[in-house]
């Protein structure tokens, strides 16, 4: 069969690694990609969100399967252009369409989700422009840490954590007057801080059947042992050592199982992927957001744990035949470490020469942000550049191999952090 990735990041690298070893797979494409998926499926020039163009190239390559990688084209409605357009909507698609990605474009109509289907989550209350000062006093009134989260999509930016009340009443003020994150902050969510150990639970639904995927746990912040600034991802581990047979049965009768019939009671045929953003707090899992997609740099950690075709998962999705799926699990422990452009998340410079790849035997390296230069030389072109995994019978030796990999490869002032799995690894 012939397929199609939507995306370019390091998620979409893993996908394009992990489809082409399907004996089902004819063709593959990614649009637009990244030099590192040359290797997996031809690379097509169209950006994520030019539905009309990737709509046309799917009829041209006669495409049957398309996995769409990023949050934005799903926000925007990728799955409803296909399903309105007669000559695409017999195309199978892995995403929810756009009443069912709102679950990630706005955090308001999530939180009023999980409070209507009793889905443990922290206490919150919305604002906008015509309750400001509401929001001021609500924040006057509240203890600290002050969360506070730009109701839509704000490229994994729009979160903001501070102890110090005055920089909680101003930063509120900045989001909602300023539309410090554009029209995301139109409306702003303040939560409850909750003290525990995040962790990512993955699962893909058919609207009415799921199967849960390998869990991981990512690293945000830009500094070793948890210091510095939110990023998009640092790095991440699977498995989580805590995330045991008990735990995560608590989370599919408390949190999994009231998400999918809620989506079914709303009438939301959600058939891709859903991303539960959890907490462990004092052994509860607790829901911290819902993402309409993979994350990054989770996936780089999941997928390489599935055993079975994950191609042939996938053409059961839109049949909705997900409950004959029996899906197997490698018995080895998988870490990724993000190499990242120096200076980011702040400026960071692109274009750097990459060297090094080569040397690296063990470890699989994802693409995330490189493209070719006019010397057709491979360099920089993100602030996250490549995610490294390594395998292992257990999560320090399959650190010790990202690790090493980490070390290998080069550019003018790469940075990485060397503390991925701190918390779980003896030293």
Partial sequence: MNVLIIGSGGRESCFAWKLAQSPLLKQLFIAPGNPGMLEYGILVEIAIDDFEKL?????????????????????????DYFKSHLNLSQISIIGPDKKGAILEGSKDFSKKFMQKYNIPT??????????????????????????LKADGLAAGKGVIITSDLEVAKQTLSEMISDLKFGDASEKVVIEQF??????????????????????????????????????????????VPFANEAFMKKVEDKIIKPTINGLIIENIDYKGFIF?????????????????????????????????????????????????????FENFAATTV??????YPNEFEKGDVISGLENVKNALCFHAGTKNNSQKELVTNGGRVMA???????LKEALSVSNSAAETIFWKNKNYRKDIGFEFVEK
């Fill in 388 to 394: 490294v995994t390594g395998l292992g019978t257990t």
């Fill in 338 to 343: 993000m190499l990242v452009a120096g200076g």
């Fill in 194 to 239: 909750l003290t525990g150990i995040e962790l990512s639970v993955f699962v893909l639904c058919d609207g009415k059947n799921y199967i849960i995927l390998p869990e991981a746990k990512d690293y945000k912040r830009i500094g070793e042992a948890d210091s510095g600034l939110n990023t998009g991802g640092m790095g991440a581990i699977s498995p």
């Fill in 276 to 328: 539960f953003g959890l907490i462990n707090v004092n052994n509860e899992p607790w829901v911290i957001e819902y993402n309409c997609r993979m994350g990054d740099p989770e996936t780089e950690a999941v997928l390489p744990r599935i055993k079975s075709d994950l191609l042939e998962i996938l053409t059961k999705v839109e049949a909705q035949k997900l409950n004959t799926v029996s899906i197997e």
């Fill in 55 to 79: 709509g046309a190239f799917c009829i041209e390559k006669n495409i049957n399967l398309v996995v769409v990688g990023p949050e934005v084209p799903l926000v925007k409605g990728i799955v």
């Fill in 122 to 147: 922290a206490a919150y209350q919305t604002f906008d422009t015509f309750s400001l000062a509401k929001g001021i006093k609500y924040l006057e009134n509240t203890s600290a840490p002050y969360v």
